[in-house]
T-cell receptor, first 113, second 118 residues
Framework: GNSVTQMEGPVTLSEEAFLTINCTYT??????LFWYVQYPGEGLQLLLK?????DKGSNKGFEATYRKETTSFHLEKGSVQVSDSAVYFC????????????FGAGTILRVKS | EAGVTQFPSHSVIEKGQTVTLRCDPI?????LYWYRRVMGKEIKFLLH????????ESGMPNNRFLAERTGGTYSTLKVQPAELEDSGVYFCASSQGRIGVSGSYEQYFGPGTRLTVT
């Protein structure tokens, strides 16, 4: 079945550091890929998405590129802020499976000032 | 436009009791999903409604869980009787898109219900 693996955390960075959170997936079809973020005390929010190979999703300075050859969708940001501290979830969906989301375990990001 | 709402935000019950969680999707969204995150692990799919019909309930852990979606509007998830391992955060999400049709099917999540079974 479909699955998502993302790097374990917590990841602790200083403000303005470069961020990479690795995410790889296994899928039988042609999934769409997502990054969701959960800020403290809040629900899940869609951060960015990519629906086909080589697409790049971007939002709030975060980027991720859909790499079919390496089955990856790594999240990057050039300069993190304290306000980026949150839990980040990589996920995929496949319309042949009703678009239900398959999530990775989540990565806690802590940014220190 | 109101987002997805869930009630209650937090519930603490004893083992063996019954709890009912409620989700109100975004108006006009035919698709409603339930997910849960147990003990800091990955968020897992429970089931999917299209309007009032269960499209996929393959993620429901056992028959102690019962989900309904009255008239294709709000949904309830009942756990009866609750066990310790049911503790976790239950998320509801809704989307507009139609199954098998490409386009906007982004899922919008509610804030979740934190369930604690003691």
């Amino acid at each position: 079945g479909n699955s998502v693996t993302q790097m374990e955390g917590p990841v602790t960075l200083s403000e303005e550091a470069f961020l990479t959170i690795n995410c790889t997936y296994t899928a039988t079809g042609y999934p769409s890929l997502f990054w969701y973020v959960q800020y403290p005390g809040e629900g899940l929010q869609l951060l960015l998405k990519a629906t086909k190979a080589d697409d790049k999703g971007s939002n709030k300075g975060f980027e991720a590129t859909y790499r079919k050859e390496t089955t990856s969708f790594h999240l990057e940001k050039g300069s993190v802020q304290v306000s980026d501290s949150a839990v980040y979830f990589c996920a995929l969906s496949d319309r042949e499976y009703g678009n239900k989301l398959v999530f990775g375990a989540g990565t806690i990001l802590r940014v220190k000032s | 436009e109101a987002g997805v709402t869930q009630f209650p935000s937090h519930s603490v019950i004893e083992k063996g009791q019954t709890v009912t969680l409620r989700c109100d999707p975004i108006s006009g969204h035919d698709n409603l999903y339930w997910y849960r995150r147990v003990m800091g692990k990955e968020i897992k799919f429970l089931l999917h409604f299209v309007k009032e019909s269960k499209q996929d309930e393959s993620g429901m852990p056992n028959n102690r869980f019962l989900a309904e979606r009255t008239g294709g509007t709000y949904s309830t998830l009942k756990v009866q009787p609750a066990e310790l391992e049911d503790s976790g955060v239950y998320f509801c999400a809704s989307s507009q898109g139609r199954i098998g049709v490409s386009g906007s099917y982004e899922q919008y999540f509610g804030p979740g219900t934190r369930l604690t079974v003691t």
